[in-house]
């Protein structure tokens, strides 16, 4: 854990949990989705995923793959480019097999047709959902609030498919509180309550969504996101990833405000 000083805070304490220093090719929630997912996808021999062009969630899959000895298959959305760029590189140089929907078909990725016709392709497969969320990864999710040795009352995380925020705030102890920033134009509340019944059966922990900035959508900037994170970067010396972390780091700055003075706020750096 890492304090964050900054004098616009001042009323608050603000804890990083650097969650992106867990491994250096399998960071953060990467890990701690896939954690419960290894041996099913071990007993299978095979684990099947899905993401776009510039996945870190194909990279991280790709790597657990080959440490922990399984096959892997990336459905990879749009058309293949070559030469592959560098995520897609990494993830084929760690054995992982690509292979191509276009986006109207990527888009059916969840259907009883797409994925027969995947089985038709490659055979038996353990099937992982886009971003890795599903039961087993919520409860992964769930051990990091326990892993906080100090005091907190609140904390942000940056929310992409929903299972970081699920698994969270099931984590969460009596009075503490989980506020997620969604980094897509969508609504995910159903996505994460889903989730949650899924693993426990029902909606646990206290939480909710925060969903004004997106910036645009899912890898979408503006001068204000980017002028936000040079600045972090100048005081902190910590460069936020702008896809999710920027955006989540940019609520808790402007909802500061809100905050009582005293309370304590974990930012979940990713």
């Known amino acids: 854990m890492t304090e964050l000083n900054d004098d616009r805070l001042s009323h608050i304490r603000v804890l990083l949990k650097r969650d992106d220093l867990i491994h250096p090719d399998v960071p953060g929630n990467k890990w701690r989705k896939l954690k419960y997912n290894i041996e099913p996808a071990q007993k299978v021999g095979t684990l099947l995923t899905f993401g776009g062009a510039y996945s870190n969630h194909l990279r991280a899959t790709a790597a657990v793959g080959r440490y922990a000895g399984f096959a892997t298959i990336g459905v990879v959305r749009g058309e293949e480019h070559l030469p592959l760029n560098p995520s897609l590189a990494y993830a084929a140089a760690q054995g992982m097999r690509l292979t191509y929907l276009d986006r109207s078909a990527y888009r059916l990725k969840t259907s009883a047709e797409v994925i027969e016709g995947l089985r038709r392709d490659f ?100 001068p204000t996101l980017d002028a936000f994170v040079d600045d972090f970067e100048a005081r902190h010396g910590l460069r936020l990833d702008w896809v999710y972390e920027a955006k989540m780091m940019y609520a808790l700055f402007d909802q500061a405000h809100l905050l009582a003075p005293g309370t304590t706020v974990v930012a979940l750096i990713n």
């Open 123 to 222: 055979g038996e497969f353990y099937l992982l959902p886009e971003g890795g969320s599903n039961a087993a990864a919520v409860r992964g999710c769930a051990e990091l609030p326990g892993e906080i040795g100090d005091p907190f009352d609140v904390l942000y995380c940056a929310v992409g498919s929903g299972g970081t925020l699920a698994g969270v705030a099931a984590g969460l102890r009596p009075k503490q509180t989980a506020i997620g920033v969604p980094v897509l134009k969508a609504s995910l509340e159903d996505d994460v309550e889903n989730l949650q019944r899924a693993a426990y059966g029902e909606r646990v922990g206290e939480w909710r969504l925060e969903s004004g900035y997106h910036f645009g959508g899912y890898a979408k900037r503006t």
